[in-house]
């Protein structure tokens, strides 16, 4: 069975920095665009960044020149390095991925369960 697992959330003062990790496992053939989605309290579910597999990035014009989305190929893992944080960044952030199990030519979209990022004032 096919899980998206993130881990890095915490608790952090305004102007800190935090990394964010999710890793895929399972039948895997091929990861393709991983993203972070977050949920801000009261709010929906926005966009982050995402990376394709190539490496070609865009992000939240929020977010932009504060956090930086990668990927490690081999590992199936993305990465969202946060810095500057701010008050507003304080959320449910979520690891999204398009994932090709098998050779098959087919492809399924999976969600993380979500890991808590708070930036106090």
């Known amino acids: 069975q096919l899980q998206l697992v993130e881990s890095g959330g915490g608790l952090v003062q305004a102007g800190g920095s935090l990394i964010l990790s999710c890793a895929a496992s399972?039948?895997?053939?091929?990861?393709?665009?991983m993203g972070w989605y977050r949920q801000p309290p009261g709010k929906q579910r926005e966009l982050v960044a995402q990376?394709?597999?190539?490496?070609?990035?865009t992000y939240a014009d929020t977010v932009k020149g504060r956090f930086t989305i990668s990927r490690d190929n081999a590992k199936n893992t993305a990465y969202l390095q946060m810095n500057s944080l701010k008050p507003e960044d304080t959320g449910v952030y979520y690891c999204?991925?398009?994932?090709?199990?098998?050779?098959?030519?087919?492809?399924?979209?999976?969600w993380g369960q979500g890991t808590q990022v708070t930036v106090s004032s």
């Open positions: 999204n991925a398009d994932v090709r199990p098998t050779i098959l030519p087919s492809e399924s979209n999976y």
């Open positions: 399972g039948t895997i053939f091929r990861v393709n665009i």
């Open positions: 990376v394709t597999r190539g490496g070609y990035t």
